[in-house]
């Protein structure tokens, strides 16, 4: 979808992504563009930032705000180049700036870098989905951002009405204790300045594992039913894994940092790390919250 309020830009935009195979829609306002979108859903948005009505920074706040719109691609477009103009298109969820007047390769060059990034994106929800891994994504406030299905299952199991299944109504999914517990460890964190959790924390015979997310202010919640002891053998053996391989990862489910694992297993926090490496490597994953969620889905 293409959003201006200058013809011209419309057309040239219009004819350059058609005739590179693109199916086009475009609205010259920020109001049209969302009503529109409420009706068929765009792979990609091209917003330009100054228009008439309510201008591009704010429509990309609406989009951002719903959730059945906030993952769509949006791309500024602007002839600004002040850094706070920047900086705001980056605070409301853009992801990248086209600087006018536009050069045709430089779009559709963004344009394919961000539309084959969101298709992975989408790949992966849509495997967390059909596999029997239960996490859910939490902001700072502890509100669910997203969920896969198997969590939705785990948490009306535990909870007095039925979690939300459509777009709204995921703030209160979570009983209090668990959201109260997300809180304290997350308060917890930022106050001590670890950069790991290290605690779970049990309810209704589910225990809860919260992760911080890389590169993001929001963390994963990963639910699994209460165990006093994982199966060791079968992991290592479902995973490729060495013994002590086996149970680090064990305790790094459980929220233990590299030095609590340490201390845990009689090993140096460095060892622990070059272990997780090779976890790491054998997995095919390159975070531990990765990793935790093969274990899971393993076991």
């Not at 529109?36 to 429509?59: A, H, N, R, S, W």
């Not at 430089?106 to 394919?112: D, F, G, Q």
């Not at 992975?120 to 029997?132: G, N, P």
């Not at 109260?180 to 950069?195: E, F």
């Amino acid at each position: 979808m293409i959003v201006d309020d200058t013809p011209g830009n419309l057309a040239m935009l219009s004819d350059l992504l058609s005739e590179a195979g693109y199916r086009v829609l475009v609205a010259t306002d920020g109001v049209s563009a969302i009503e529109q979108i409420g009706f068929l859903k765009p792979d990609i948005i091209l917003l330009d930032v100054m228009m008439p009505g309510i201008d591009g920074f704010e429509t990309c706040q609406r989009l951002k705000s719903d959730p059945a719109t906030g993952d769509i691609p949006l791309l500024f477009m602007t002839g600004l180049t002040e850094l706070e103009h920047l900086l705001r298109g980056f605070e409301e969820g853009g992801l990248d700036y086209i600087v006018k007047p536009v050069r045709p390769p430089e779009v559709l060059a963004r344009i394919e870098v961000h539309l084959n990034q969101a298709r992975q994106m989408q790949q992966v929800r849509m495997a967390l989905d059909h596999s029997a891994v239960s996490v859910v994504t939490v902001n700072t406030s502890a509100e669910i951002t997203w969920m896969t299905v198997a969590a939705k299952t785990i948490l009306h199991s535990i909870t007095e009405r039925q979690v939300a299944s459509e777009q709204n109504d995921f703030a209160d999914a979570l009983p209090s204790p668990i959201h109260d517990w997300i809180m304290q460890a997350i308060k917890h964190s930022v106050t001590s300045g670890a950069d790991q959790i290290g605690t779970d924390f049990a309810y209704k015979g589910i225990v809860f594992t919260l992760m911080p997310c890389e590169h993001s202010p929001e963390y994963l919640l990963f639910l699994s039913k209460r165990q006093e002891t994982w199966d060791l053998d079968a992991l290592r053996e479902s995973l490729g894994l060495t013994g002590r391989e086996a149970e680090i990862l064990m305790w790094i489910s459980r929220g233990k940092t590299n030095k609590e694992v340490g201390i845990i297993l009689g090993s140096s926090p460095r060892t622990v790390n070059k272990h997780l490496e090779h976890i790491f490597e054998k997995l095919g994953v390159s975070t531990r919250a990765a990793a935790v969620a093969k274990a899971f889905q393993s076991s």
